[in-house]
């Protein structure tokens, strides 16, 4: 497979470590090369944009140029924030008047806009069909199957629909067959697309609580063991604002990255896929997978060996009776 | 040589302030073959005219040129005034100094300079045209109504008792449309089906309506006053002479959980069935896809595996063998009142719409759309009248409407306003509270446009005396939590977020045209818009007419319409055939194509781009009759003057009457010559 340019963002290298090590991980068991951008800069997201159209636009064109630059057409940006920056970007320049001509002396490099931004889900949903296949070779058992996770997509990743449109911005499906190719249920729940609180959860962490509290339960209500996520910031919003709820007494819910699921159905170690970096302990939830995996594999091998048993017994009477 | 005379029109100020008509009736006097010019206020009134017979009189003139407005306002006036003064009034034009210069224009020299051009420009055209005489085709008195709604009903009602007969044309199994599956209609909130079903009867025993029920039209040919039409009788399985509608066809089928069309999905039917009690007629149609000894057929099995239907029938009326059989009839006018139907909000959606995500396109299950209601609350509804919910059979003690879903929602593919939305919903607020008198009726709307007598204190009817909760406000997402269905809105009004715990919600789903609406717009040669309504000859003044001639449209069909109208419109179209068919022969003006058929090389580039399918292959045939070429015929009642034909004929030998090529490049010499 030929190598994707990734542009980590500043997450990536610092909140969520974990996010950027499972990528790794999962791309190099599946193949994909992973190519840093080099002397990659900020995206701007919130801030650049806010501020100025022109530098909100700027900013990320900056990226794409050197992915373009050095030879890449595509551009893989895991963070939502950044996929939803690197892909507006694309678009104004393509469908704005004008944008388009400034922009090689803007960006002081030549740039004309070729390389297409994927984020980390449609990444692997176009693997989809791979990873299936991995499972379903693997020798040891696979710790996720039949396991319950809900998709939760957020509002960058699938919104708006003119810069995403990878998927349904309401309904969105594609991390859902993700889940599934690993061998787990995908959980049909409500709050797929709801706000996570994005960045208030310095400002205004009450609120950011409460939005929170309710994807969780409506997970959890759903019957989700785990909810499965794609965004450094929801992320964080869900995993870290839960020590407020735990004081509550809420059950723990834990929270994984969508490479961190691919990582652990394909058998990688957790410690590979930074399981051991969230505020939630993932260890229990893990312990429990293994098991279930290991007490599932013992009684199919058990069946298959009474089948085998019984398939010898009716072959030795049929013998007996000829 | 020509002796032509001129008239410029002031029309009040409308020309006059711009273009000085003095100077273009002067300037015209010394213009070749132009024998009076004169100027006045308004040529078009009677003393106008008297003006223009007196001059065709006095001066022997052999042609007329009014220089004033579009031939479109008063072509007909002056041609008039022309034939009665004995001048054949094709030898009469008008030269548009209005609309295509006083009105466009500011500088007063520029513009007369403009209008004496555009009269010359006439003159030179008028010097080639020839007496013409009016076409003459023969009408055939017996009208098609295409869709058996309540205004299709209504239209052949009033063609019919008129002393004409008329075809009816239904789809279904069953006339009556979507009002037969109403409860109670606003603002009267008088039972629909008491008084639909005297109608449906009505022109059911009608001597001059001869209905075809379980039948779509298949082909149109023709033309005004003479349309060949096909139609196609769907092989109903069921004998229509002999079945006398007992019913026990359907007690004996076993196939009795097929969702049935009537209920809006809430009910169900078997595969043999009569779609309603009150159904006209009352004859049943067998559902084959859903039958289940067809369904052995499609299968390959040798024997059927069913047949109680037939067994039970003691008529022998049902027969498994029959097949679709065509009808022609020739017809002299076509009313289109094919309806409606309703906006789903399902992901599965045709191109342009998009669905609604947010509510879960459409996948919980107290989440029932208007016609749903409907059945809800109709005494002879799946539940008799009582509001049950779908899910579980509980009265809910909370409902929610929500208004405009679909409707003025440019992001969904609809951008229009389905205007009968705002009104049933508040009746079925007010049905609601009625049947439930401890239950809450909370409507989520843009704005309320009750507009049409009796509307708008109907609606606050609902607010005020039934105690409906009105939020000024959209509703952001429907879901289902445990046992209610969670609806998140936002008051516009307060500015403050919503969140309702519903036990049912219906949405106000938007109206669209019917499937396959399109397709019969084709067959007919009428245009649709964007979002496939009917389109009206004229929005304000040929409002149930079409751009093809002779036919005509009525109702939901032609854009969102509420019962009066849709009425209104169908009485109408009776009122537009009856006029139509008050003469043995239609006029026509012959602004049509004639073909030369000494110089036509029968290549029939014409045929192919006429748009009106007026033209076709005739043969040319020896003195003794043998074939020795072929040229093209144009059928003057068919064609509509555009002119197409001749811009591509090869040989030159297709000409509009009325614009002749001759006639055209005088024009265009007039222009060039005169300074």
């Not at chain 1, 710790?143 to 919104?159: D, E, F, Q, T, W």
């Not at chain 1, 490479?259 to 051991?276: E, R």
């Not at chain 2, 109903?236 to 049935?260: F, H, M, T, Y």
Request: with cysteine.
């Amino acid at each position: 497979m030929t190598d994707v340019a990734y542009y980590p963002g500043c997450s990536l290298h610092g909140t969520s470590r974990e996010f950027d090590e499972s990528l790794r991980a999962v791309a190099a068991d599946l193949g994909i090369g992973l190519a840093e951008i080099r002397d990659w800069s900020c995206c701007g997201a919130s801030s650049g944009h806010t501020t100025d159209h022109l530098l909100g636009v700027a900013l990320p064109a900056r990226n794409l140029a050197l992915a373009e630059a050095q030879g890449f057409d595509t551009v893989l940006a895991p963070c939502a924030a950044c996929y939803n920056r690197l892909s507006a970007a694309r678009l104004a320049i393509a469908t704005e008047d004008g944008l388009a001509e400034r922009m090689p002396d803007l960006l002081d490099r030549p740039f004309s806009n070729s390389v297409v931004v994927h984020n980390a889900v449609e990444l692997l949903r176009d693997a989809a069909a791979t990873i299936e296949q991995k499972v379903a070779v693997a020798t040891a058992p696979n710790r996720l199957k039949g396991v319950k996770l809900a998709a939760y997509y957020g509002c960058l990743l699938v919104r708006p629909v003119e810069v995403c449109g990878y998927d349904d911005p309401e309904q969105p499906t594609s991390m859902d067959d993700v889940i599934k190719a690993c061998g787990a249920d995908a959980v049909d729940w409500d709050m797929k697309v709801e706000c996570c609180g994005g960045a208030f959860s310095v400002s205004r962490t009450a609120s950011v609580l409460r939005l929170g509290r309710a994807i969780i339960e409506n997970a959890r209500s759903h019957g989700a063991e785990a909810i499965i996520v794609a965004c450094p910031l929801c992320h964080s919003n869900l995993d870290l604002r839960q020590k407020a709820m735990a004081r509550r007494g809420e059950e723990p819910m834990p929270i994984l990255f969508v490479t961190q699921m691919v990582g652990l159905a394909l058998g990688l170690a957790p410690v590979d896929l930074g399981m051991s970096r969230h505020f939630v302990d993932t260890a229990p939830f893990i312990a429990r997978l293994v098991q279930q995996a290991t007490e599932r594999a013992a009684a199919e091998k058990l069946a298959e060996e009474e089948a085998a048993a019984k398939a010898a017994a009716r072959a030795e009477k049929q013998k007996v009776g000829a | 040589m020509s002796r032509i005379g001129v008239f410029v029109c002031h029309c009040g100020e409308n020309i006059g302030r711009t273009v000085d008509c003095e100077a273009v009736a002067e300037a015209l006097k010394d213009h070749p073959g132009v024998a009076f010019t004169e100027d006045y206020k308004y040529m078009c009134s009677d003393p106008g005219q008297q003006l223009v017979k007196k001059a065709i009189e006095e001066n022997n003139l052999t042609g007329v040129v009014v220089a004033a407005c579009s031939p479109h306002m008063h072509e007909k006036t002056f041609r008039r005034a022309c034939d009665q003064a004995g001048l054949n009034q094709y030898m009469c034009e008008m030269a548009n100094v209005r609309e295509h210069c006083s009105w466009i224009h500011e500088d007063r020299g520029e513009a007369t300079a403009k209008a004496i051009d555009i009269t010359r420009t006439i003159v030179e055209k008028v010097k080639h045209n020839r007496p013409l005489e009016s076409i003459r085709i023969p009408v055939t008195k017996r009208a098609l109504v295409i869709g058996g709604g309540i205004a299709g009903i209504q239209a052949a009602l009033d063609i019919a008792d008129g002393g004409h007969e008329v075809v009816l044309v239904e789809k279904e199994a069953s006339i009556g449309g979507h009002m037969s599956q109403l409860s109670e209609t606003f603002p009267t909130l008088d039972c629909s089906q008491c008084i639909l079903t005297p109608r449906m009867v009505e022109a059911y025993q009608h001597p001059n309506i001869k209905l075809h029920t379980w039948s779509e039209v298949e082909k149109v040919d023709g033309y005004i006053g003479n349309f060949n039409v096909t139609i196609r009788k769907k092989a109903r399985s069921v004998n229509e002479d002999l079945c006398n509608g007992c019913g026990d066809c359907q007690a004996s089928c076993p196939a009795k959980r097929i969702p049935s069309e009537f209920e809006a999905g809430l009910g169900k039917r078997t595969a043999i069935y009569v779609p309603f009690p009150q159904a006209v007629p009352n004859i049943p149609v067998l559902d084959r896809q859903n039958c289940t000894l067809f369904k052995g057929r499609r299968k390959g099995l040798a024997k059927d595996v069913c047949g109680k239907c037939q067994e039970v029938c003691l008529k022998g009326a049902v027969d498994y063998d029959t097949e679709d059989t065509f009808i022609e009839e020739e017809i002299g006018a076509i009313v289109v009142a094919t309806g409606f139907q309703l906006y789903n909000i399902g992901r599965e959606q045709p191109e342009g719409l998009k669905g609604y995500g947010e509510y879960g396109y459409g996948k919980v299950p107290d989440v029932i759309d208007g016609l749903q209601f409907e059945r809800l609350a109709s005494a002879s509804g799946p539940t008799e009248g009582a509001i049950l919910r779908p899910s579980d059979g509980k009265e809910p003690k909370t409902v929610v409407f929500v208004h405009c879903v679909g409707s003025r929602d440019p992001e969904k593919g609809i951008s229009y306003c389905s205007k009968i939305c705002c009104m049933y919903n508040a009746k079925h607020a007010m049905l609601y509270k009625h049947k439930v008198h401890d239950g809450r009726a909370v409507a989520f709307y843009m704005d309320i446009r009750a507009g049409g007598k009796g509307y708008d204190e109907f609606s606050r009817r609902a607010i005020e005396e039934d105690g409906a909760e009105y939020i000024r406000g959209r509703v952001s997402r429907i879901f289902r939590d445990g046992d209610v269905v969670k609806v998140w809105g936002y008051d516009t009004l307060s500015g403050e977020q919503v969140v309702i715990n519903a036990d049912m919600v219906v949405l106000a789903t938007a109206m669209r045209p019917q499937d396959g609406v399109r397709e019969l717009a084709q067959k007919l040669s009428v245009s649709t818009d964007e979002h496939g309504f009917i389109n009206e000859a004229h929005p304000k003044l040929r409002p149930v007419e079409t751009n093809t001639a002779g036919v005509f449209v009525a109702g939901a069909c032609q854009a969102p319409r509420d019962i009066p109208e849709a009425v209104a419109m169908a009485s109408a179209t009776g009122a537009k055939v009856m006029s139509l068919f008050s003469a043995d022969e239609l006029e026509r003006e012959p602004a049509v194509a004639i073909v030369n058929e000494n110089t036509c090389i029968g290549c029939m580039n014409c045929a192919n781009v006429c748009a009106y399918g007026a033209i076709e292959q005739r043969e040319i045939c020896t003195v003794d009759g043998h074939v020795c070429g072929h040229v093209a015929y144009v059928n003057p009642g068919v064609c509509q003057g555009c002119g197409t034909c001749q811009a591509v004929c090869l040989s030159k030998s297709v000409e509009l009457q009325t614009f002749t090529d001759e006639q055209i490049f005088s024009e265009i010499n007039a222009l060039c010559y005169w300074e």
